[in-house]
Every structure is written in structure tokens, then in C-alpha cells.
């Protein structure tokens, strides 16, 4: 079965940091870009960030850039995003999604259940 | 960059067809044929549903269809039943190389 799990979340402080990573089963990791994304309570998905199957590009919105870095380890069939300096606006359950093609910024064919991430004092 | 435009609602009678729309511009749902369309019920993660604009994947309803006119791309759902009431995410490929989404649309089946 293909599937995606995410790990990670919780609660931290303004200015903390969190790294989520997102376990990888059922298909060949190292042929397809992946993706997060993230939701805010009761809003719509927003696009974090994608990285291509060798890693050799690696996009982000604008609102993450500078603070979030993402990468994977294909020896481990596993995607991470290191995420810094938080801040509220930040809350968000946070997806990872396979791209439907071997191309960054693709459809999104598989995702996982999501980590939340709530960033509060 | 703004997200793409949806309805914050939209409803139907079971049987009926309903069509949400997604508007962008010309950097986004207007230049590229790189619509995608996701289905959520609450608490669950996104289901993929169309992609390329018009594309099904395998084993989503051809009661789903998507299509795009100029820089607002539509999601059409036929023959709605029960099952169907979710929100619905549309999102396009960006001439930053990014990928933009819309803000959701629920949908309620009456």
C-alpha cells in the first residue's frame, strides 16, 4: 500500500523550531518529487515547499522562505522540513504529498494524514 | 501572490450538477494547463481528484470533470449524491514556479 506518515508536530514557543519528517512506504521514494503543504484551522491548503527526487531543486513560498528548509534521504524513503523562528501564523496542520510526476511542483497524487503544529506562549 | 479565487459555498439537490470555479490570472490558471483539483471531507487529508485541468485519476468518479476557460478553471460534479459533500481545493502551477492553491469551497448537498 502507498503510503505517506508524517511525525513531528506539537506545540512550541514563538521563535522555536520543530523538525517534521514524513516516512515513505509502498513505492519507489527516489522517482518522485515530494511536497508539504500546510492548513490553518478552518482555512484553505497552502503550498510550503517541493524538492525534486535528487534533491537538486528545492522551491518555497514566500511566507517560509529563510525559516523552513526542506530535504530527504532516499536511503531512508523519508522527507523532512526543518522549520524555524515560528510564528503563530505558523499553526497549521502540515501534509506531505507525493508530486504526481518526477517534476517539483506538480499535482499532488498521495498525501499523508498530517502532523499539526501549533506555535503559542 | 494571491490565492486563487473560490466560492465559499456552493450547493445542490442529490442528482443535480454543480460546477465550482477557480479564478486566477494569466501567471497562473491562465498560462499553464497545470490545474489540480482536491477533494476533503472533515478531518481527513486532501484527495486528489483531477489534474491537467481535465485528467482523472484512476478510480475517481467520472462524475467529476474539470475544464478551464482563460484564467478560471471549473470543477464539475454530476450527478451529485451524499458522499460528494466536502470541501474542494483547486490549485495551479505558477510562472514563479510555485504552486498556488484557492481558499476552498464547501459543498452541500441539500
Known amino acids: 500500500e502507498v503510503q505517506l506518515v508524517e511525525s513531528g508536530g506539537g506545540l512550541v514557543k514563538p521563535g522555536g523550531s520543530l523538525r517534521l519528517s514524513c516516512a515513505a512506504s509502498g513505492f519507489t521514494f527516489r522517482s518522485y518529487s515530494m511536497n508539504w503543504v500546510r492548513q490553518a484551522p478552518g482555512k484553505g491548503l497552502e503550498w510550503v515547499s517541493s524538492i525534486s527526487s535528487s534533491s537538486s531543486d528545492i522551491y518555497y513560498a514566500d511566507s517560509v522562505k529563510g525559516r523552513f528548509a526542506i530535504s530527504r534521504d532516499n536511503t531512508k524513503n523519508s522527507l523532512y522540513l526543518q522549520v524555524n523562528s515560528l510564528r503563530a501564523e505558523d499553526t497549521a496542520v502540515y501534509y506531505c504529498?507525493?508530486?504526481?510526476?518526477?517534476?517539483?511542483?506538480?499535482?499532488?497524487?498521495?498525501w499523508g494524514q498530517g502532523t499539526m503544529v501549533t506555535v503559542s506562549s | 501572490q494571491s490565492a486563487l479565487t473560490q466560492p465559499a459555498s456552493v450547493s445542490g439537490s442529490p442528482g443535480q450538477s454543480i460546477t465550482i470555479s477557480c479564478t486566477g490570472t494569466?501567471?497562473?490558471?491562465?498560462?499553464?494547463?497545470?490545474v489540480s483539483w482536491y477533494q476533503q471531507h472533515p478531518g481527513k487529508a486532501p484527495k486528489f481528484m483531477i489534474y491537467d485541468v481535465s485528467h482523472r485519476p484512476s478510480g475517481v468518479s467520472n462524475r467529476f470533470s474539470g475544464s478551464k476557460s482563460g484564467n478560471t478553471a471549473s470543477l464539475t460534479i454530476s450527478g451529485l449524491q451524499a458522499e460528494d459533500e466536502a470541501d474542494y481545493h483547486c490549485?495551479?502551477?505558477?510562472?514563479?514556479?510555485?504552486?498556488?492553491f484557492g481558499g476552498g469551497t464547501k459543498v452541500t448537498v441539500l
Open positions: 494569466s501567471s497562473d490558471v491562465g498560462g499553464y494547463n497545470y
Open positions: 504529498a507525493r508530486g504526481l510526476r518526477g517534476v517539483p511542483n506538480d499535482a499532488f497524487d498521495i
Open positions: 490549485s495551479s502551477y505558477t510562472s514563479n514556479n510555485n504552486v498556488i
